[in-house]
């Protein structure tokens, strides 16, 4: 567990499994502005398939959940 973000209503967190070494980041954003989260590689979102180059859009009242890709 590393915590990523904690400001102005976003949390994001990543969790790494150690057995299969799968990267996880949560993002919640719970603000009334879009927020630039920074990933540091390339992620999927696991509900929708889209991919994200380094940064991420966090929507207001939105959220996210990612896997990272290589």
Do not use: M
């Amino acid at each position: 567990f590393h915590q990523l973000v904690a400001e102005n209503g976003v949390y994001a967190f990543e969790r790494i499994s150690q057995q299969t070494q799968t990267q996880v980041i949560v993002g919640v954003n719970r603000g009334k502005q879009e927020y630039n989260l920074y990933l540091a590689g390339s992620y999927e979102d696991v509900f929708t398939g889209r991919i994200y180059h380094e940064w991420c859009h966090l929507q207001p009242n939105g959220y996210v959940i990612l896997k990272r890709v290589y």
